[in-house]
């Protein structure tokens, strides 16, 4: 190198750093730089002083399947890491397609982490199962601890969140979302929001609607005054109106808040002391809650809604005549969730009103098969043409037609998310009675920036071919009674060369449709198939050719051997081999 | 375009769930008119039904027993219908491939809808209850009756002031034995309107209704009369 040699020119110069030492350090210096998973795992790629570098310096681990790695080889190598971001079970164990007692518990990570990470300040686990013991350990075991999220967790308890909220001195965030708590009895219930401790805390985000439980409000409000950084407070539905007022004048701060009941189930609120407490709240941007919702209260927000980015009223069954005041001065809303009982006149409203709309979501309000179903197609195509930024769409509904499907493709080129639930099984297009071919096609042509896709209806093998053909950024697919042949699958698995994550159940789809992806199989994070036409040889023949893919065979009842049909495929790309923590259920081909 | 308020508007509309129970709904009625005579059900004639102020009925009400044969038929008709919907595509249209044949039963995860959202949603179908002049909101849930009559003593036992009265005719209300105030539960449906309870078949009652108020009696006579109403 230059550098050595001039300096080896000059003769009376102390010896300079092993160029090794000098290397590692230039690289740690700049690969901090690097935040993107992605390109830090291409750096780490280089050779072997890179790898090192980049083993150093990462602080941000993703760990997408818990499985694929085991905790201590993680840990060994990213001995620095200061967040860490697991994911547990499949996605279709939120429907109940996964058995219980399956896995994905957290003790193992617990155990290495708690004496090996002592630089860990963040956690975020997501379909995972925590016990109130494993909470308690991490609590205990790491000074730094300050960011807890889980999602869609179960497990745990309030024994579990008073370790966190004792323990944690550092605490800024503790967001609780949409997990299912463990049975407490009454006697075992544990005032939890009396565990912080009493000094002034760093809390920033505090969310627990989830937790099913009643609070300790005398505690809650005396935290809230306690804690000056305080910008976000999701409260559970325990929390009554009246209530939720003194919170807010204990925190005029907040930029986000989940209002709990939002209704009068405590007493009686002038709805004109609650819209001054909104008035003072001069930075807030989402709202969600309004679990028990008063209608009469709704007004009490207006203060807030020409600020408001986000907005979630998907857990109370509002009207279309009580959204539309509301979201007439919603000009800055980008995320929005809802219920469809706002029906097709609603989605209008949103439509006139939200140019800035990136994010919609409209869930059922009677979620079964055989519901009437209040938005349709007229929705759909009134927000394709009236939020052309929408990037992402989660929608429900019984009627849809392919040409709708097509002017949003046309209409909304930013979309990155597609997802269409039609949930009547096997519907056709409304009008046509044809298959939703045609609609889901165009999204996959048009919408470019795609990488998220949901389908449903009556589908043949041509949607099928129709996203081999055009879904080239797709990376997670989700597939349910839909497609004619194997031939569907083969579409999907020669055509999508992004493809990651793909989720399958109830579609005609047998072993030769699974063999046509064994060339791609390593690049995937999961494969999941259920009540499709695989059979055991099939699926031994895929674990046979890729040692290092785990193939798990899940039944609901104990496998017989000479049972040929396969129930439920779990496949995922693995460095740690077959788990150990497999129930009797699983077999591991 | 515009907006039609009827969410299904096909051109050629195959009859939907709600014309189906509207039409047989019609059929019940013509059959009690005739049949005056006889058991129970067909005891519902056009007097027990006529507007008086309180429940219909001390036995099974008209709405409870019309509704047991409309509902085991809505059933059935709903199942056939959105079976004969994904049916009928491969009868009319050849380049639709070939389908499993019309699902009947329900099946496990489908829609996709969280467990946790599904929980959280069932709350919706909680109903506030109120009473004229007490100060707090008690909450039922209208699934868990299976009649007018259950609801009736389920009120009796929230708001524990109250009895139950017997009139003559069969007529009921709740009375607060203390003063005598006599009050009318009235519900408040989804258009907006307040309504008598117990003009309605039960099931449609149970998707209709966003609150039930007891009112005073004396309050109760402007509210308009079921006849006219009809």
């Known amino acids: ?589 | 375009m515009s907006f039609p308020p009827n969410p299904n508007p096909n051109p050629n509309p195959r009859p939907n769930a709600r014309d189906i129970e509207e039409e047989r709904e019609t059929e019940m009625s013509i059959e009690t008119e005739r049949s005056s005579t006889e058991s129970e059900v067909s005891g519902l004639d056009y007097e027990e039904t006529a507007l008086t102020l309180g429940l219909p009925g001390g036995k099974r009400g008209f709405s409870e027993t019309v509704n047991l044969g409309i509902k085991s038929s809505l059933i059935e008709a709903r199942g056939d219908s959105s079976g004969d919907r994904s049916d009928e595509s491969p009868d009319c249209n050849a380049s639709v491939a070939e389908k499993p044949p019309a699902p009947k039963a329900r099946v496990v995860g489908w829609p996709p809808v969280r467990s946790y959202r599904k929980n959280a949603l069932k709350s919706c179908t909680f109903v506030k209850v109120q009473v004229d002049g007490a100060p707090y909101l008690r909450k039922v849930d209208l699934e868990a009756y299976r009649g007018y009559e259950q609801l009736l003593v389920a009120l009796q036992e929230m708001f524990s002031c109250f009895t139950i009265r017997n009139y003559p005719n069969e007529e009921r209300k709740l009375v607060d034995p203390v003063n005598g105030t006599e009050y009318v539960p009235t519900y408040e449906d989804k258009d907006g309107d307040w309504m008598l309870v117990g003009d309605v078949p039960w099931k449609m009652f149970v998707e209709s209704c966003k609150r039930l108020r007891l009112m005073k009696s004396s309050e109760a006579v402007n509210l308009a009369p079921r006849e006219a109403r009809r």
């Not at chain 1, 690289?27 to 002083?49: G, K, P, T, Y």
């Not at chain 1, 085991?70 to 060994?76: D, L, T, V």
């Open chain 1, 1 to 589: 190198m230059a550098e050595d040699e001039e300096e080896e020119g000059r003769g009376d110069t102390p010896p300079p750093p092993f160029s090794d030492q000098v290397l590692e350090n230039v690289l740690e210096n700049v690969l901090q730089f690097l935040s993107c998973r992605r390109d830090r795992n291409s750096a780490s790629l280089v050779c072997r002083s890179w790898y090192a570098a980049e083993s150093q310096t990462r602080h941000d681990l993703f760990v997408g399947n818990m499985y694929a790695v085991s905790p201590y080889r993680a840990i060994s190598r990213f001995r620095r890491v200061r967040a860490l971001v697991l994911k547990g079970k499949p996605r279709f164990a939120d429907f109940g397609l996964v058995p219980f007692g399956w896995g994905a518990g957290f003790a193992s990570w617990a155990n290495a982490i708690s004496p090996n990470c002592p630089s860990l300040e963040r956690l975020t686990l997501k379909r995972i199962t925590v016990s109130d013991a494993d909470l308690s350990l991490l609590a205990r075991s790491l000074p730094f601890f300050r960011d807890l999220t889980l999602l869609c967790c179960d497990g745990f308890g309030t024994l579990g969140l008073a370790a966190i909220a004792e323990n944690c001195k550092r605490l800024r965030v503790l967001d609780l979302i949409d997990n299912v708590l463990i049975d407490e009895e009454e006697e075992e219930l544990v005032d939890w929001v009396s565990r912080f401790p009493a000094s002034p805390t760093c809390l920033e985000s505090l969310a627990f609607e989830c937790i099913d439980v009643e609070v300790n409000f005398v505690a809650l409000e005396a935290l809230v005054a306690r804690s000056p950084s305080l910008r976000r407070l999701r409260v559970n539905q325990h929390v009554s109106i009246g209530q939720l007022r003194r919170l807010m004048a204990r925190a005029p701060q907040l930029t986000h808040l989940g209002t709990g009941a939002f209704g009068s189930g405590g007493g009686v609120l002038v709805v004109g002391d609650l819209e001054s407490a909104f008035a003072s709240s001069r930075s807030m941007v989402c709202l969600s809650g309004f679990r028990e919702l008063d209608p009469e209260y709704l007004p009490a927000i207006y203060p807030v809604c020409g600020n408001l980015t986000s907005i979630n009223f998907s857990y109370t069954d509002i009207s279309v005549e009580q959204l539309k005041p509301i979201i007439l001065q919603c000009h800055n809303l980008q995320t929005f969730w809802v219920l469809d009982t706002v029906r097709d006149e609603g989605l209008q409203a949103v439509a006139e009103t939200c140019k800035d709309l990136r994010e919609l979501r409209v869930f059922p309000l009677h979620p079964t098969e055989d519901s009437e179903g209040s938005v349709s197609d007229f929705g759909l195509i009134a927000i394709s043409k009236g939020c052309r930024k929408l990037e992402s769409i989660l929608y429900f509904c019984q009627r849809m037609t392919n040409a709708a499907v097509v002017t949003m493709s046309k209409n909304c080129p930013e979309l990155v998310v597609f997802r269409l639930c039609i949930m009547g099984r096997h519907r056709p297009d409304r009008i046509t009675r044809e298959a939703m071919d045609e609609g889901f096609g165009a999204i996959v042509m048009n919408c470019k920036k795609l990488t998220r896709l949901a389908v449903s209806g009556l589908l043949t093998d041509k949607a099928f071919e129709y996203i081999g053909k055009y879904g080239k950024s797709v990376r997670t697919l989700s597939v349910a009674f839909a497609g004619n042949s194997d031939l569907g699958l083969r579409y999907v698995l020669e055509g999508c060369p992004k493809l990651q994550k793909l989720e399958i159940r109830d579609s005609p789809f047998g072993d030769a449709g699974l063999l046509s992806g064994i060339h791609h199989f390593y690049n995937m994070r999961f494969l999941w198939m259920s009540s499709c036409r695989l059979t055991r040889s099939g699926c031994m023949e895929v674990a046979r050719r890729l040692p290092g893919l785990v193939v798990e065979v899940i039944g609901d009842r104990y496998l017989d051997e000479e049972n040929q049909a396969i129930e439920k495929l779990y496949m995922y790309r693995s460095l740690a081999g077959p788990r150990e923590d497999a129930p009797p259920f699983v077999k591991i081909l």
